[in-house]
T-cell receptor, first 112, second 114 residues
Framework: GQQVMQIPQYQHVQEGEDFTTYCNSS?????IQWYKQRPGGHPVFLIQ?????EVKKQKRLTFQFGEAKKNSSLHITATQTTDVGTYFC????????????FGKGTKLSVIP | SQTIHQWPATLVQPVGSPLSLECTVE??????LYWYRQAAGRGLQLLFY??????ISSEVPQNLSASRPQDRQFILSSKKLLLSDSGFYLC?????????????FGAGSRLTVL
């Protein structure tokens, strides 16, 4: 079945440093989604990427979808303590599937 | 606007006791509904999903079951809980129709089995 690998599992950064998490799928994706889960909270949708090579920005967050639609990344510029949480990617294989395949997430800690 | 409610928020249950978690969605019709489990510090495991009343697809064989008695109601149950059932249970919905869509999660139910 489809697998989505996400690295790193943990990342500790000093406030102001940049952060990147990477996501790789074993199969070509129809689209990829990113979610953020704050400590003690539930996952919240951030963005969806659909097109090959797509790049989207949300303030300090930059999301990329690979040309082959099998990998994606989330980059945060100048991290802040409010960025703390676990970031999940989730791949949609399309083809009528009702399921997203989630990566295991990257837990980000920001040291003030 | 659409909202999703999930309860109870927290529960502590003895091994062998039954379980019932409930989830309701408001402001939409014919949603796709999902139950996920998240073990401590781990990723999201899809347990069940439903595309319509009475239609349940199970992703992981276990002692849990799900039911959808009404269009916007999704229930997760167990007759006898195991220690390994402890975790954070998340209900989610997405727009109806074919294909996986953006998920909106409920606040979650944190279950501890002792």
């Amino acid at each position: 079945g489809q697998q989505v690998m996400q690295i790193p599992q943990y990342q500790h950064v000093q406030e102001g440093e940049d952060f990147t998490t990477y996501c790789n799928s074993s199969t070509t994706l129809s689209n990829i989604q990113w979610y953020k889960q704050r400590p003690g909270g539930h996952p919240v949708f951030l963005i969806q990427l659909v097109k090959s090579g797509e790049v989207k920005k949300q303030k300090r967050l930059t999301f990329q979808f690979g040309e082959a639609k099998k990998n994606s990344s989330l980059h945060i510029t100048a991290t802040q303590t409010t960025d703390v949480g676990t970031y999940f990617c989730a791949g949609d294989s399309g083809a009528g599937s009702y399921q997203l395949t989630f990566g295991k997430g990257t837990k980000l800690s920001v040291i003030p | 606007s659409q909202t999703i409610h999930q309860w109870p928020a927290t529960l502590v249950q003895p091994v062998g006791s039954p379980l019932s978690l409930e989830c309701t969605v408001e402001g939409t019709s014919n949603p796709n509904l999902y139950w996920y489990r998240q073990a401590a510090g781990r990723g999201l495991q899809l347990l069940f999903y439903s595309v319509g009343i009475g239609q349940i697809s199970s992703e992981v064989p276990q002692n849990l079951s799900a039911s959808r008695p009404q269009d916007r109601q999704f229930i997760l149950s167990s007759k006898k809980l195991l220690l390994s059932d402890s975790g954070f249970y998340l209900c989610a919905w997405s727009g109806g129709g074919t294909g996986a869509n953006v998920l909106t999660f409920g606040a979650g139910s944190r279950l501890t089995v002792l």
